[in-house]
């Protein structure tokens, strides 16, 4: 029995290509069991999961600019969470529900946290959305905090409000 790997068990890396389906399977089933009751069953039914593959396609290959980049985080092989940051926000983080817990996201974040430091970013921040106590306890323990901005946005009948959370780097 062999005691080590060629690769490691778990990784942060920046993501490829061939990566945007698996980061649009992480995402599809983060917001089912996150955000469904705050959207809506309804809203989670309607994602056009193709659509949805292309925009990531598209940010992995294409970036707009300095300070956008996706990062996948990996179970040996297996894709199982993302982060995503334009220039001093993280735009989106996720782990896949049966992989969380499991550091994904801190690392996740860390590597974020160190894209956006390399591109100039003295702050950082993100949008949660009200009732995700997961995602504001994640936060608040990585010393990120309310800022006290929030906007509302329409996602399909109803309106949904997030708050912006923010830290210095």
């Known amino acids: 029995m062999a005691l080590f790997s060629e690769t490691a068990d778990v990784s942060v890396r920046p993501a490829v290509a061939a990566d945007d389906a698996a980061i649009t399977r992480v995402q599809v089933a983060a917001w089912r069991a996150t955000h469904a009751q705050t959207l809506g069953d309804e809203v989670v039914d309607l994602l056009d999961v193709e659509r949805m593959r292309a925009s990531w396609h598209e940010a992995i290959t294409r970036p707009p600019g300095r300070g956008f980049g996706v990062l996948v985080a990996c179970d040996r092989a297996e894709v199982v969470g993302f982060a995503a940051v334009t220039p001093g926000q993280l735009l989106s983080l996720e782990v896949v529900p049966g992989h969380r817990r499991g550091g994904h996201g801190s690392r996740l974040l860390s590597a974020a946290v160190d894209r956006l430091r390399q591109d100039g970013a003295d702050d950082v921040a993100t949008w949660v959305l009200d009732g995700d106590d997961a995602r504001e306890q994640f936060l608040s323990g990585a010393g990120l905090g309310p800022d006290g901005t929030q906007r ?14 923010s830290a210095a780097i």
């Open 152 to 165: 509302t946005l329409a996602a399909g009948p109803r309106e949904v409000v997030e708050r912006r959370w």
